[in-house]
């Protein structure tokens, strides 16, 4: 079965960059819609941005603004996330996520497999 591990968070000033990374194993994620959520503590899980299989890209306006950035390599079975500009309001646990397919969606329960997450702290 598809397995997903996130990659690439830490603590950050505000204003920095981070570009997260979603590595698959044991099977491939060629087929695969992946999508980039977040959690903060005592908040509902929030999408922030989906890809398709063939680079089809939709994001989450409120939460991901014009600064979030999503990409896939699927050479590389990696999918990316790159955030810019970062605010303390974007602390929280980045998941990403996988579901068969290539139709574009930002519902979490859309999606069946799961990273455990990586924890993204901006703080000065």
């Known amino acids: 079965q598809l397995q997903l591990v996130e990659s690439g968070g830490g603590l950050v000033p505000p204003g920095g960059s981070l570009r997260l990374s979603c590595v698959a194993s044991?099977?491939?994620?060629?087929?695969?819609?992946v999508a980039w959520f977040r959690q903060a503590p005592g908040k509902e899980r929030e999408a922030i941005a989906c890809i398709t299989p063939t680079g089809a890209s939709a994001t989450d306006v409120d939460s991901a603004e014009d600064r979030f950035i999503i990409s896939r390599n699927n050479a590389e079975n990696t999918v990316y996330l790159q955030m810019n500009s970062l605010k303390f309001e974007d602390t929280a646990v980045y998941y990403c996520a996988a579901r068969p397919g290539s139709s574009l969606s930002l519902a979490v329960e859309k999606y069946g497999v799961w990273g455990q997450g990586t924890q993204v702290t901006v703080s000065s």
């Open positions: 044991r099977e491939s994620l060629g087929d695969s819609t």
